[in-house]
């Protein structure tokens, strides 16, 4: 049993207590927490660490649900590669993303600054082949994107919660790394080089809102043995002693320090045991937190804002990338997993007819719900026993009873009525009108004596009397239908 793994077991056994979020990014009155974006463009500059080449970087809002994309507007057609893990072609020294012939690379310090100030949607547009380096860390993106803004957007945020425990590991190079369930976002970082000079670090986030001001500041690093192997394989043409910590960790001879100095053309390269030029750490474990800085970055090619806790022995960007993947894999299992509502015939429901008909304005023989399961200001979970004596099947195949599809439409935003008239004090005085209905499935029959479950919830907020909901309709464990519907209640008139 890995150390990580017992580490795992005792957070099941005691969840860690989570620090206060210290996001400035906060829920509205209903409790939701909205999308952002930036609110003003703007751009950075500087040269890319391997390519030497220099690019400038806007900042551009983007809509709702956009995520992290990069735009080469300097290649013909001005190419959009979305920030994904499914686009990572290399992860030699940073993540590369490709699609068709555009790509861009060292992109994990501007993600993880996304990632970190909890912005959501941003479209980069960028002149060259390689994000710019800056200092090395994740800073001087987070000062821009904080003089540009931040705009909140009205969709809702949607995390994606760990249900069970991701595990990964690299015996070559030793890593491990392990994802627990949690309730926000936490990582743990441990790094070992065996070397006195950095000796085992460890650094822990133990939210989202601590990243700016514990994390973003972290530089990369490299060993000198590192630095000298990148040199001879023209891998950094845009380094230099400002923009990365060079570990020494070994003696270095005249002839070596004279090739430094030529290299970087600086004749006040100074080596000595310890750090290249004797730079001071901004931190004791800067090594460590700037490990950690790119799990943020790497990890925002899931494509969603995670909740749980991530623990890393050892991390790389490959390993990065290969537990991003995991994550991915298992979004994508879980988006097709459908969650069906809970149903107690016993339990006493929130609402039985008589209370439906004090809310609806509809009556038998248009009243389709029986029951109301679950109601809160976000979601409505209904129920409609469907009898062989409904009054539509004597018409409707009578040699093969099946309910109407428009019908089940029908039953749905009656049941998305109640979420909208309990939101009013005198639901009696309104009646609900459809505006919309979009994406329209009907993925099985509903038949005579089928229990039909229509569970709903907002897409937007209720606003001005108009309720944009997407619901799924159940028969025991199974997707019959499903539809996305905007509704509106309006005052009756009252009669003169």
Known sequence: MTNLTIMAETLHANPPVIQPNGSANTSDASGMIRQTTVKNEITVSGVGLHTGVTANLTFKPAPENHGYQFKRIDLPGQPVIEADVDHVVDTNRGPT??????????????????????????MMEIDGPEVPILDGSSKPFIDVLEKAGILEQNAERIYYTLSENITYEDPTRKTEMLAVPSPDFRITVMVDYNTDILGTQHATLYNVGEFKSEVSESRTFCFLHELEMMLKANLIKGGDINNAIVVVDKPVSDDKLAYLRKVFNRNDVTVERGFLNNVKLRSQNEPARHKLLDIVGDLALVGAPLKGHILAARPGHGANVEFAKLIRAMMKRDRFKEKVPQYNANAKPLMDVNAIQRLLPHRPPFLFIDKILELSDKHVVGLKQVTMNEYYFAGHFPGAPVMPGVLQIEAMA???????????PDPENYLTYFMKIDNTKFRDMVLPGDTLIFSLELVTPIRRGICHMRGKAFVGDKVVMESEMMAQIVRREKKK
Not at 98 to 122: C, F, P, Y
Not at 414 to 424: D, H, P, R, Y
């Open 97 to 122: 993303i490709r699609k068709g012939d555009a790509k861009v690379s060292t992109i994990e310090h501007v993600l993880a600054a996304l990632s970190g100030m909890e912005i959501d949607n941003v």
């Open 414 to 424: 009656q049941c998305g009525g109640i979420l909208i008239l309990s939101t009013v």
